[in-house]
């Protein structure tokens, strides 16, 4: 083995000689176009690298550049480098009239300025454009350098090669491993060092870089606050072709009072936001293809939307029982809508065939324009969805992202072994699998709601009545019950006499109690159901809000309702709507809404998931002719209600996906 990578080493030793020979007879101009094609073919070869350089593109513009534009970005980002490496192979022929010709210098003087100054100067810069070219420049002007570089092992001779055409216009070069002290030494004597300072570093620290925590290696600053040394940051870019262009920036200014921590900081938030500053200018100029957010503890989940409020809820249940454990996570929410039934079943049959591959094309095939535009330039390490429709998206869109997917419910006819993790309810009765977590009904998240904030989130609500002339504020010396009503499904039918009657029942309750009620519909409410509750109850000085889904923005609603409340009654078709009350803590009374005559739909499922509830002790089912003396048994029963906590089944679960 040792003796066919040492031939392998001798051979790339002499090709890249005869190749620099080569070059170095060719015009600058010229050279430099063969680079770019160079670049452009290891592209080509370098899938997974370029595939990286496309995921730390979308992390770090998240939701500002399209596919085309980023591809564009990382084509002449290898380009770039592919350039720079032809002009790393003519470094023979590269003299001071060369870099006269071919390199200008912004801030000379500043440059000048430092060097002539008594104290010793880092000059920092990044892995943008031909960062190798700019200490070359400050050699062959006059100001010989020394700088810090990580030895390549595999190739010896080849990577000698390569430091001799560098050292051959005074640029000294030190290797990372003991180099410490070779570079206090330098800076001891006033010799220029250079480092390049925006790798990734474990034992570096945390600080913001497009948006997000990523970490900068320390070790330039620490050596700047213990030798008092002037840091001065520059940058290279490539003007065109051979031409490029210097910035030197005003020396960082580390504190000289306060902890040598602090210091430090403040060196790196900086350079940091100087480097930002740069890549944006011309972001195809920096090399994006290493993994540079890695270790970051901000983590993004994208969130898919099927534009069911329900569904919502529960994917951002989710979030919020992850952002328990890693509050600096962020999240987005993507409504996903497609562009027909057709197109739906085409991205189904191809999240199935091909495993994420051609994600974007399908993606802007299937979807609608506007979902398409909002959702294939967004970043993720975690994909969660709810409801089988966005089971083929999430598929698709985190293996382009090399993300973790997570979906609630059963994502059938998609294989369960497909996704990260699968969240679905117990009814659903899915086969037992690392990766499937069974739960009661619809997730969830406890309701945080303080009583008081409730009641001024009620105050506050333009729909709110206020209390009648004599009669005190809403607080909870009036119980106060709070009423959910959804709509039709295959097997219920929720018409206005029942809604009528349950209504009527609740104000007897609140009449004998001195309580009051809270009212509200959902999305699937008829609009003869809400027109009867508007003719009936509207006017009712007990009922304090009644909120019409056809007529009412309902963002909060349920929140600020059950912490408001003593007693939650809920329409027992929902699941979602049932779970989330028993989330809350608060004592819940289900009431089922009647079958439809012609039988359609099956009711094994929800009728197994009511029952579940019951025999937990987390619902109280009633009729809907009872419903006002289960009301008054519940705000006479001292016990404390039982809380459903959905998630304290998948928090572990959840855990390994970040």
Known sequence: MEKTTSMLDWLAWAFVKLISALLCRVPAGAAVWIGERLGEAAMRL??????????????????ALSPSEARRIIRRCYRQLGASFVELLRLPVIDRAYIERYVAIEGRARFEAAAASTRPVILLTGHYGNWELSSITAALTGYPIMALARAQEKFPRLYRLLVSFRES???????????????IMALDERQLVGIVGDQASRQGIFVDFFGRPALFATGPFELARAKEALILPAFIHRVRGP?????????LQLPRTGSREAAVRAGVEQFAELLGR???????????????????????????????????????????????RHPALTHAVVEVRYRSPSARLACLLWSWAASGVGAVPCLAWTLSPESARALVSRHADLVVSC????????????????????????????????????????HDALPARTNVVAVFGALASPLREDPQRAAQWLRAHPRFQPAPPGSSGPSHRHPVTAVFIGGDTPHHELGASFAEGLITQVQAACE?????????????TSAAVERRLAERFGRDARCRLLLLAGRDALNGTMEGMLGSADVAVVTGESISMVSEA?????????????????????????????????????IVPAQAADVGSAIERALTDRTTPKRLDNLAAVRDALETLL
């Open 512 to 524: 004998a109690a001195d309580g009051w009620y809270l009212v509200t519909t959902s999305r699937r």
């Open 278 to 324: 740069h890549i944006r200018e011309a972001p195809w100029q920096w090399l994006w293809m290493h993994k540079r957010w890695k270790h970051t503890p901000a983590r993004r989940i994208l969130v898919l939307s099927d534009g069911k409020a329900g569904h919502l809820k529960q994917s951002l249940a989710v979030v919020d029982a992850l952002r328990e």
């Open 582 to 618: 028993c989330a809350s803590g608060r004592r819940v009374i289900v009431v089922e809404p009647p079958l439809r005559p012609d039988g359609r739909g099956r009711l094994g499922k929800h009728a197994r998931f009511l029952q579940e509830l019951e025999q937990g002790g987390y």
């Open 46 to 63: 370098q899938p997974k690298r370029a595939r990286i350089g496309l995921l730390n593109l979308r992390a770090a513009f998240d939701g």
């Open 243 to 251: 031409f490029h262009r210097v910035v030197v920036e005003p020396p």
């Open 387 to 426: 409801g089988s429709s966005l089971a083929p998206v999430t598929l698709l869109w985190a293996a382009e992202n090399r993300a973790k997917s997570a979906v609630i419910m059963n994502p059938a006819p998609l294989p369960l072994r497909r996704f990260t993790l699968v969240i679905a309810p117990r």
């Open 169 to 183: 216009k005074g640029c000294r070069i030190i290797h990372k491993g003991g180099a410490m002290k070779r570079l």
